[in-house]
Nanobody, 120 residues
Framework: QVQLVESGGGLVQAGGSLRLSCAGS????????MGWFRRAPGKEREFVAA????????YYADSVKGRFTISRDNAKNTVSLQMNSLKPEDTAVYYC?????????????WGQGTQVTVSS
């Protein structure tokens, strides 16, 4: 069992930056690939980024590539999403996920979500 708690969301102007963090519980955290998904208003939840268990391999949606960076610290049981050059279309609830799929919206465990709002 893994419990995930996100933090770091908020309101930012377009072009600004935010850093989301996800704290995981459980001794098996470091064995899971981790990821971030988001759900924009009126849209389906979508994949944003993922990182393998060691942090050596990362994946990004085309819409965020070059602007977002996913990282993890297994000693602290955390995974982060650094978001730069934010755009209004990045406005969404962002969810942390353990053992995510990159092809469908699925994961073994989900956090409760944190709101990110980007104003134009």
């Amino acid at each position: 069992q893994v419990q995930l708690v996100e933090s770091g969301g908020g309101l930012v102007q377009a072009g600004g930056s935010l850093r989301l963090s996800c704290a995981g519980s459980g001794r098996t955290f470091s064995s899971y690939a981790m990821g971030w998904f988001r759900r924009a208003p009126g849209k389906e939840r979508e994949f944003v980024a993922a990182i393998n268990w060691s942090g050596g391999i990362t994946y990004y949606a085309d819409s965020v590539k070059g602007r977002f960076t996913i990282s993890r610290d297994n000693a602290k049981n955390t995974v982060s999403l650094q978001m730069n050059s934010l755009k209004p279309e990045d406005t969404a609830v962002y969810y942390c996920a353990a053992n995510p799929s990159r092809t469908v919206v699925a994961a073994d465990y989900w956090g409760q979500g944190t709101q990110v709002t980007v104003s134009s």
